[in-house]
């Protein structure tokens, strides 16, 4: 019932930029707080960035900090990664969870055992 989906990776030059979504369907947006994570092979995941139910918190990992910008589109049910200034580093599978614990920090640090994930969108940083 409960569907995350990504979209928006693909292939960028370093220094470009690219918008990922995340599209939540069969739970109460309101609710949760969504994240961002990634895992490059070889890597852990880890946290990106993820925003709280309501909005009104945010966290980021400090590789990302001041290049990543994360949003919420309430009426669509969509949270959006806007990412700016990118680096080969951030080359990595991309994935969005939902967490009805609904805190930012907490979602993005203590992500083991979350029920609800996408499927991953793929994104490449070339230079």
């Known amino acids: 019932e409960v569907q995350l989906v990504e979209l928006g990776g693909g292939l960028v030059q370093a220094g470009g930029s690219l918008r990922l979504s995340c599209v939540v369907s069969?739970?109460?947006?309101?609710?949760?707080?969504i994240g961002w994570f990634r895992q490059a092979p070889g890597k852990d995941r880890e946290g990106v960035s993820c925003?709280?139910?309501?909005?009104?918190?945010?966290y980021y990992a400090d590789a990302v900090k001041g290049r990543f910008t994360i949003s919420k589109g309430n009426a669509e049910s969509t949270v959006y990664l806007q990412m700016n200034s990118l680096k080969p580093e951030d080359t990595a599978v991309y994935y969005c969870?939902?967490?009805?614990?609904?805190?930012?920090?907490?979602?993005?640090?203590?992500?083991?055992?979350?029920?609800?994930w996408g499927k991953g969108t793929p994104v490449t940083v070339s230079s």
């Open positions: 069969g739970l109460n947006f309101d609710d949760y707080a």
């Open positions: 925003i709280s139910d309501t909005g009104s918190s945010s």
């Open positions: 969870a939902a967490d009805i614990r609904g805190n930012s920090d907490y979602l993005c640090k203590y992500f083991r055992g979350l029920q609800y």
